[in-house]
């Protein structure tokens, strides 16, 4: 079974910086993607960044080069933030999606990024 753990959420002022990080570990198969999404107060989830396995990256429209995503390792996905917007606040979910016999999907628990002034 994957486990995701994600780290470097906070508190920041508008215009500020963040840099999350996720680990994963249980991995048997190939990872195909993984990346982050994120979901504010009473709105849906939405794509952040991923990183497909040929390197393909998949930006939001929102994150306008303010954000770049990285893997490292194979099992670890990063996002730094910069110039982050109130807009920004929400809890930013790592993901990994695995493909061997079937394609499995994971999710992290999720960390919380405010940016408030």
């Known amino acids: 079974q994957v486990q995701l753990v994600e780290s470097g959420g906070g508190i920041v002022q508008p215009g500020g910086s963040l840099k999350l990080s996720c680990a994963a570990s249980?991995?048997?198969?190939?990872?195909?993607?993984m990346g982050w999404y994120r979901q504010a107060p009473g709105k849906q989830r939405e794509l952040v960044a991923t990183?497909?396995?040929?390197?393909?990256i998949t930006y939001a429209d929102f994150v306008k080069g303010r954000f770049i995503v990285s893997k490292a390792n194979g099992n670890m996905v990063f996002l730094p933030m910069n110039n982050l917007e109130p807009g920004d606040t929400a809890v930013f979910s790592c993901?990994?999606?695995?493909?061997?016999?079937?394609?499995?999907?994971?999710w992290g628990q999720g960390t919380q990024v405010t940016v408030s002034a």
């Open positions: 993901f990994l999606r695995e493909t061997g016999f079937r394609v499995s999907e994971y």
């Open positions: 249980g991995i048997r198969f190939g990872v195909t993607r």
């Open positions: 990183i497909a396995n040929a390197a393909t």
